[in-house]
């Protein structure tokens, strides 16, 4: 069995793979008389011809050591997870290597950060760590097959 190591995420780390969802440095203007900062289009919707929709998604936790074998994609558009709770929570992605998936990263995800992930991402189911949570997503509802899963041998995710 594989074994990965939990990283800190980053912009530049995750960047191959979609985007951070947490406010600017400093906000694109400020509004709402200037009582709102409003840091603007953080991320981009693919959503490949469908319609872009907002779902909850509500999962069952996951402890360390955690044994990663399912890997999904979206190829028609992108899946942006924003939690809901005050807790961490572990993002897994991976390259595409000829229409499979490669190598697998964990990234911690900090508390009140969320990630898009562009479309064709490989990534892991929804991973909350010791705590069931709920997560906002925003991704595409329309005609053609739109997920594709795989079983992978187990990867295992450490501290």
Known sequence: MD?????????????????LLTPRAAPSRMINAGRCERHHALAQVQR???????????SEAVSLPYACTLLERHPLGSQAFMPLGVEPWMSIVAPDEGGRPGA??????????????????????????????????????????NLEEVTIAPVTVEA
Do not use: C, Q
């Open 104 to 145: 697998p990263l964990a990234f911690l995800v900090p508390a009140g950060m969320g990630v898009n992930l562009r479309a064709g991402v490989w990534h892991g189911v929804l991973t909350p760590l010791d705590h069931a949570a709920d997560f906002l997503v925003v991704d595409r509802e329309g005609e053609g097959v």
């Open 3 to 19: 074994r990965i190591k939990l990283t800190p995420i980053s912009a530049e780390a995750f960047a191959p793979y979609g985007e």
């Open 48 to 58: 490949g011809g469908g319609e872009a929709i907002i779902s909850i998604f509500r």
